[in-house]
């Protein structure tokens, strides 16, 4: 085989390997609108996303995601109220008050923080925090969606911190110093000019946050029950839409029926959602990365 | 008063800090002292039981190096292939870039989205069933866009000298990129790699929705195998109401971790040996 001949060859393989990423979202995109298609047509749409009770797995069926999509909502919302402020808060004293070195130590820490398996965070959620918020809070239900979104924020907060932090660091030092020699001090410089410089970059952090409070799983799968219902106390078990894909997982419903659909159509849900906030995030974190090159 | 103001919101944004550090230091405590007497050879060396006192990991420990190590087969050649095309070939192409755009979206994909894609693809359609290849495959789609990701930067380190050099010697440029640019730029490779299965060890949702069992009283024995993993066992014990199953998901959590900082580490000790010969 001429040398040439094989050039070619290889940058083909080489470029189906590229490809293979695409396919997968093809796949993705395939494997659940086939299946959310079939349910569809036994479940009209409309119903799916309107209906307030989630009763797939009881002889009187319901098919209203509401529930799941409420509970999803009410997790994430816990979890962001931990995640945004003390991630955003780490992030502007790593990139403004810490000396160097407390930098190189924290910050493999934070990793660590965040490396660790989501099982674990949901063992901790329910076996150290839920009894440990029950003390204070005597009515909390040992399924909740309080500890499972506490422990969630607890997780989240490094990805919010290290991609906030990047963007900071990203603002030129001639704009820090421009503020300094006005006379402001690092609180000032901190919060009127480098954070709202690195505005979009932190926007897409925080959005990257929410998109993956919403398609966390294990912890919310242990911690937080598996009751779909249509509340915001935080305080009763609820179900979220990947607890329920892992509770209809761990039984044994069979293929083709309509209860194994519903994890197709609740994952669909779950993507379209996801890919949107990521898309979203991309693509001001691309509007960041231009400002100041 | 500016001063004060000043002082106060260090303090604040340090304590965000603080409070991080401070959980992850009372989560490990925690697990230790909830775990660490039940540890042992036995629990190391028996496999699962309805009996409490008497089950152990070693079926989930192989189930879950059998996956990781396949996973690694998978994600290697593909990822380091696709980072290769962006990164000395396409870099300039349109198709290129909508590649690379598709790569960072799919790094934020829940992972239970891939067990979907993994139960539709593989087990059913593919007809791999609840196989070690089935949740390696899955877990490998999962890794690929980080080991893509790792693969680029450590392409980039490779000084444009070299590849130059190479040319100026006759060498074609497949040639350039096998000879020298992949020998000089794998430990980065290998790190990224050892990274990104110590993520995936650790993944659960994906492997419980391609419906990896909760029992598998035996540990695998080829890649047509059924299997089941570290933290698929630790979710099956800490969801049992008994405080004895709490225990073990516990030390089983210790054993998980344990292998979890070995990765690390060897992840560590191949980029420090690439950053001192870099130096030298």
Wanted: charged residues 15%; aromatic residues 8%.
């Amino acid at each position: 085989m001429s040398t040439r001949t094989l050039e070619w060859i290889v940058e083909r393989m080489l470029f189906l390997c590229a490809l293979l990423s695409v396919l997968t979202t093809a796949g993705i995109i395939g494997v659940l609108a086939l299946e959310t298609f079939e349910f569809l047509r036994e479940v009209p749409v409309w119903d799916f996303l309107t209906g307030t009770e989630w009763t797939p797995l009881f002889s009187n069926r319901q098919f209203g995601v509401l529930p799941l999509i409420v509970g999803t909502v009410l997790v994430s919302s816990i979890a962001m109220v931990v995640a945004l402020p003390m991630g955003l808060l780490a992030a502007v004293y790593l990139s403004e008050y810490a000396p160097d070195g407390v930098r190189r130590v924290v910050k493999p820490v934070l990793e660590i923080l965040a490396g660790v398996p989501t099982v674990v965070y949901g063992y901790f959620a329910l076996t150290f925090v839920t009894p440990l918020l029950q003390q204070v809070l005597p009515t909390l239900s040992g399924f909740n969606a309080l500890s499972p979104g506490l422990v969630m924020g607890l997780m989240i907060m490094p990805l919010v911190s290290s991609l906030s932090e990047d963007a900071m660091q990203a603002v030129p030092r001639g704009l820090r110093e421009g503020s300094y020699a006005l006379g402001a001090t690092r609180m000032q410089t901190a919060l009127k000019v480098v954070v709202p410089a690195a505005f979009s970059g932190i926007t897409a952090a925080f959005i990257l946050a929410v998109s993956r409070a919403i398609g966390e799983t294990m912890i919310v799968a242990i911690a937080a029950g598996q009751q779909p219902r249509l509340t915001g106390n935080p305080f009763v078990p609820i179900e979220t839409m990947t607890a329920y894909i892992v509770q209809v997982s761990l039984g044994d419903t069979p293929q083709g029926t309509i209860e194994y659909r519903t994890i197709f159509a609740v994952g669909m849900l779950l993507f379209l959602m996801t890919f949107g906030l990521n898309l979203i995030s991309t693509w001001l974190r691309e509007r960041f990365r231009e400002e100041y090159v | 008063m500016r001063k004060q103001a000043d002082l106060l919101f260090h303090a604040v944004s340090l304590a965000a800090l603080v409070i991080a550090l401070v959980a992850l230091a009372v989560l490990v405590f925690d697990i230790v002292a909830d775990g660490g007497s039940r540890l042992s050879w036995q629990f190391l060396t028996n496999i699962a039981s309805r009996h409490p006192e008497e089950a152990g990991v070693y079926h989930a420990l192989m189930g879950s190096i059998w996956v990781i190590l396949l996973t690694g087969a998978l994600a290697l050649p593909i990822g380091v292939a696709a980072a290769v095309y962006l990164e000395e070939y396409g870099t300039r192409s349109r198709l290129a870039r909508f590649i690379e755009l598709n790569i960072a979206n799919l790094a934020a994909v829940p992972s239970i989205i891939y067990g979907l894609l993994g139960l539709g693809l593989f087990v059913r359609f593919l007809g791999m069933g609840q196989s070690v290849m089935a949740g390696a495959s899955t877990l490998a789609l999962l890794a690929l866009p980080v080991v893509i990701l790792s693969t680029r930067e450590a392409l980039r380190t490779v000084p444009s000298t070299i590849r130059e050099g190479s040319y100026a010697l006759g060498a074609t440029k497949w040639q350039t990129i096998w000879n020298q640019v992949l020998p000089m730029a794998l430990p980065g490779i290998l790190t990224g790699l050892i990274l990104s299965l110590s993520r995936a060890i650790g993944e659960t949702a994906p492997l419980i929705a391609i419906g990896a069992l909760t029992y598998i009283p035996f540990a695998p024995d080829g890649i047509w195998s059924k299997f089941t993993v570290l933290p698929i066992q630790i979710f099956n014990w800490v969801s049992r109401p008994q405080p004895e199953f709490k225990v073990n998901a516990a030390a089983g959590i210790l054993v998980l971790l344990v292998l979890l900082v070995s990765m690390n580490a060897v992840a560590i000790v191949v980029r420090d040996r690439f950053q001192r010969r870099g130096r030298a």
